[in-house]
């Protein structure tokens, strides 16, 4: 969870997100989306597809979903 928020914080320029905090409510967009999204293959490995994203739009669901990824 710690690499998902600090990928977060730096796409989304705020110094603290707490894990419940919605993507759409902090300023999110498709386009700071892609970049999240190009991170978490780059930075993590996981490849999450766009609609998987909008589906988890915290960063406690997004990590629960990577997590129960095989």
């Known amino acids: 969870m710690d690499e998902v928020r600090a990928i977060w914080c730096r796409e ?39 609609d998987e994203m909008y589906r988890y739009p915290t960063i406690a669901s997004i990590s629960a979903y990577m997590e129960s990824l095989p």
């Open 12 to 50: 989304l320029e705020c110094s603290d997100i707490t894990p419940e905090q919605d993507f759409f409510a902090l300023g999110g967009h498709s386009v700071i989306m892609a970049r999240i999204q190009r991170a978490y293959i780059d930075e993590m490995g996981y490849e999450i597809p766009m």
